[in-house]
């Protein structure tokens, strides 16, 4: 596609519930970013894949947190047990590889109610 | 670690006025420098960059310059316009981080006709 497609866009999640948010990055990119944003914050970085391999998933804030790309190319983010404090915008970033632009998805708003 | 500063929001600012939005960072080595600007309703797109101590980004009438003596990277228009109200970011990467970018909390600007 022309760029970066997070779905879905909204999620209301009951606490306690599963919840698995997918991204689809630009065709041919390399590198997938996962960030997340809490309200009136900047994004917090909280995992990294170079093709199928998760490089770097120091951010993912508890093992409730479990990210995925097993062809290197979509990738989904699944949080388990969700939590109130998970409630934030999710962003999916990609880029050719880690020296060029990342460009970056509308987010998944996902709210624990 | 590695950590962005920027001046809080929100801006206010009359068309046309001047605009200086200050970001400082603490890194080890030398990071690539980074503004990101995310407008109502849209994905987070990059506004400009600069990878060296002293080089000079720009894009759409804005700038910033790298400097590493003090290890600011402001951004600065010298007349804003009504479209340019938006929530302002600004980023590091880190020396072989892979890409993974690090930001500081937003700036929102507002501009007035």
């Known amino acids: 596609g022309a760029g970066v497609s997070q779905s879905p866009r909204y999620k209301v999640a009951k606490r306690g519930q599963d919840v698995a948010l997918r991204c689809d990055p630009i065709s041919g990119h390399v590198s997938l970013f996962w960030y997340q944003q809490a309200l009136g914050q900047g994004p917090e970085f909280l995992t990294y894949?170079?093709?199928?391999?998760?490089?770097?998933k120091s951010g993912l804030p508890s093992d409730r947190f479990f990210a995925e790309r097993p062809e290197g190319s979509v990738s989904t983010l699944k949080i388990q047990r969700t939590q109130q404090e998970d409630s934030a915008v999710y962003l999916c970033a990609s880029s050719g590889d880690g020296n060029t632009e990342a460009f970056f998805g509308q987010g998944t708003r996902l709210t624990v109610v | 670690g590695n950590s962005v500063t920027q001046m809080e929001g929100p801006v206010t600012l009359s068309e046309e006025a001047f605009l200086t939005i200050n970001c400082t960072y603490t890194?080890?080595?030398?990071?690539?420098l980074f503004w990101y600007v995310q407008y109502p309703g849209e994905g987070l797109q990059l506004l400009l960059k600069a990878t060296k101590a002293d080089d000079k980004g720009s894009n759409k009438g804005f700038e910033a310059t790298y400097r590493k003596e003090t290890t600011s990277f402001h951004l600065e228009k010298g007349s804003v316009q009504v479209s340019d109200s938006a929530v302002y970011f600004c980023?590091?990467?880190?020396?072989?981080?892979?890409?993974?970018?690090?930001f500081g909390q937003g700036t929102e600007l507002s501009v007035k006709p």
């Open positions: 980023a590091l990467s880190a020396y072989n981080q892979g890409g993974k970018l690090i």
């Open positions: 890194a080890t080595g030398y990071p690539s």
């Open positions: 894949f170079q093709n199928e391999a998760q490089l770097d």
